[in-house]
């Protein structure tokens, strides 16, 4: 794949229609799905603007001039604030458009290897994020909510972008996976139980559901003990406002695998599926019906049998996957010259951490990111 942009020679030599024509070809191969809009560079001269759109779909756009409405090319508003890499480097080195935000987490109790969780209630820097809305309600997150990781705040007009992570846990040889995601909208105190729950959505996500955005993903946490069941039922309103429900929801259970949690200092659990014969694996996410990119919102859930505890629905957005496969080393990630890279970091963006590990012998987690805008 060729990288945009792509600088390929200094030269001045006017170009012939079918040159340009095979050039602008060949940078279009390179923009599938990739929905940033981009530069096509040849001799020292931009000579299209060429965005593709997200997976499955295989449409490029190209336009001979960059275009003013820029959202009706990007539908995911991902475009990048700067031209060239020349420009970042003038915003960041002489506007001093960067900042980097170090994250620490830490537990009292160890997880069950192989297993998903979220560290948004665990006590570290910033401080653990409270689970403690209104039962079974949608409440909106942000930079400014408590468990948040802050970057540089808001920095409309320009856009802010992901440019770099270091990643590491401590205590375990085993790999560990992070996920760094925006946390949108989240439902607390959510019971476990054999009757219709119905949540309440008196506010909406405030980022990537609007019309004709990917939409979020469905993330459970386990915030009390519970006694375990398989959902029976779970709907929610997909990416494009439609109703949709859980595929097989029976094949899941709300986080179990793992020490009961205590909010702020252990373990808490992603969902728990039973792929068969009696295996149990965890999840990040609930799977999504055929043809759903994400979601809005949920509408409701129903556990097979009557259960003991409480868990937590949070819906977010993944910005990068990090995997981290030995103990006590650092692992950097450059998201730069990644295709698709430079994630985009709305304002009001509520960052956070889901993680994986591999063995029970973590105890603490670290990790650093940069952002910059231009």
């Known amino acids: 794949m060729v990288e945009l942009p792509f600088l390929h020679t200094s030269s001045k030599t006017r170009l012939s229609e079918g040159q340009r024509a095979r050039i ?3 940078a279009a191969v390179a923009a599938v799905y990739n929905p940033r809009l981009l530069p096509v560079v040849y001799a020292g001269r931009v000579l299209a603007w060429m965005a593709g759109e997200a997976f499955p779909s295989r449409r490029v756009v190209w336009f001979e001039h960059r275009p003013w409405m820029l959202r009706d090319v990007d539908r995911y508003n991902r475009i990048c604030g700067w031209t060239t890499i020349d420009d970042l480097i003038n915003e960041v080195s002489n506007n001093g458009k960067l ?3 170090v994250y620490y987490k830490a537990f009292s109790t160890s997880p069950a290897g192989q297993t998903w969780a979220h560290l948004w209630g665990n006590r570290g820097s910033p401080a653990a994020g409270a689970f403690s809305g209104a039962a079974e309600t949608a409440l909106q997150c942000s930079d400014t909510t408590l468990g948040a990781l802050t970057t540089s705040g808001n920095v409309s007009p320009d ?14 040889a085993d790999p560990t996976i992070f996920v760094l995601y925006d946390l949108v909208l989240k439902y607390d105190n959510c019971t476990m139980g054999n009757t219709l729950h119905t949540l309440t959505n008196g506010v909406s996500a405030q980022r990537y559901a609007a019309a004709g955005e990917p939409g979020l993903q ?3 946490c386990l915030t009390d003990i519970t006694t375990l069941n398989g959902l029976s039922s779970f709907t929610y309103v997909d990416q494009n406002g439609n109703s949709s429900t859980v595929p097989s929801p029976a094949s899941y259970n709300n986080p179990g695998i793992g020490a009961a949690p205590t909010t702020g200092s252990s373990w808490s659990s992603c969902w728990a599926s039973d ?5 149990i694996r965890s999840v990040l996410n609930l799977p999504l019906a055929a043809g759903d990119l994400g979601a809005r919102s949920v509408t409701s859930y129903q556990y097979s049998g009557a259960g003991t505890g409480e868990f937590a629905l949070l819906l977010g957005y993944p910005l990068a996957y990090m995997p981290c496969p030995v103990g006590d080393l650092f692992f950097t990630y450059d998201f730069v010259k990644q295709i698709p890279s430079v994630p985009r970091i ?3 963006a509520c960052l956070t951490f889901a993680v994986y590990a591999g063995a029970s012998t ?6 650093t990111i940069q952002t910059a805008w231009g």
Request: no cysteine; glycine share 16%; charged share 20%.
């Open 24 to 26: 602008i070809e060949r």
């Open 99 to 101: 900042r980097t935000t």
């Open 159 to 172: 856009t802010k972008h992901l440019i770099n992570a270091t990643v590491r846990n401590n205590g375990t």
């Open 218 to 220: 469905l993330m459970g």
């Open 275 to 279: 792929i068969g014969g009696g295996t």
């Open 346 to 348: 709305f304002d009001g």
């Open 362 to 367: 973590h105890d603490n987690y670290f990790a």
